[in-house]
């Protein structure tokens, strides 16, 4: 049972823009940025998205982060096929005292 | 650019203790930026931070775990170790090192990773 709740899976069409959210709680998402990974089949993860909405050098600017309350979501704009993997969102939760992490969304590209 | 590898046996029987050492390669251990962790990934299944140290040696676990794990740190030979104790099968996963930024808590460097697998 992960502390971070992110749907099991989205899809979507090239070309489209895909949402995938992440929900927390006020020890978490309260005081807390989120970060987002992207991981391939049999790969380590990547650091995608970080402090809500900053894309590390190299990270296409079709994705984008959002953070509101405890919800925070990933989008998508231009859907590619080498977007298909899965996504983790994270954060600092305060009441663990450590970092944590959602249970992944599943993004196929259709 | 830094670069972190990890090193151990991939196979560990139940009970004993599973021991893993990452190697920093293209930048400094010793910085005040960062710590320097553990995750880990079973079959299938999502991410699990198991604890990080910093350069000092200062540490911090995650609260499951914290019973049966050590990390620590070698600044001389630039590599910092887990060790998890009195494993089991649940233990058998995909063990990841990471740099992580202090302060805003994400990961921004991993290693390749390492399967482990608990049995006998």
């Known amino acids: 049972q992960s502390v971070l709740t992110q749907p099991p899976s989205a899809s979507g069409t090239p070309g489209q823009r895909v949402t995938m959210s992440c929900s927390g709680s006020n020890f978490n998402f309260g005081t807390n940025t989120v970060n987002w990974y992207q991981q391939f089949p049999g790969t380590a993860p990547k650091l995608l998205i970080y402090g809500n909405n900053q894309r590390p050098s190299g990270v296409p600017g079709r994705f984008s982060g959002s953070k509101s309350g405890t919800s925070a979501s990933l989008a998508i704009s231009g859907l590619q096929s080498e977007d298909e993997a899965d996504y983790y969102c994270?954060?600092?939760?305060?009441?663990?005292?450590?970092?944590?992490f959602g249970g992944g969304t599943k993004l196929t590209v259709l | 650019q830094l670069q972190l590898q990890e090193s151990g046996p991939g196979l560990v029987k139940p009970s004993e203790t599973l021991s893993l050492t990452c190697t920093v390669s293209?930048?400094?251990?010793?910085?005040?930026?960062?710590?320097w962790g553990w995750i880990r990934q079973p079959p299938g299944k999502g991410l699990e931070w198991i604890g990080s140290?910093?350069?000092?040696?200062?540490?911090y676990y995650s609260p499951s775990l914290k019973s049966r794990v050590i990390i620590s740190v070698d600044t001389s030979t630039k590599q910092f170790s887990l060790q998890l104790y009195s494993v089991t099968a649940a233990d058998t996963a995909v063990y990841y090192c990471?740099?992580?930024?202090?302060?805003?808590?994400?990961?921004?460097?991993w290693g390749k990773g390492t399967t482990v697998t608990v049995s006998s």
């Open positions: 994270s954060a600092w939760d305060d009441s663990l005292n450590g970092p944590v």
């Open positions: 140290v910093y350069y000092s040696g200062n540490t």
């Open positions: 990471v740099r992580e930024i202090i302060g805003d808590y994400y990961m921004d460097v």
């Open positions: 293209g930048g400094s251990i010793s910085t005040s930026t960062y710590y």
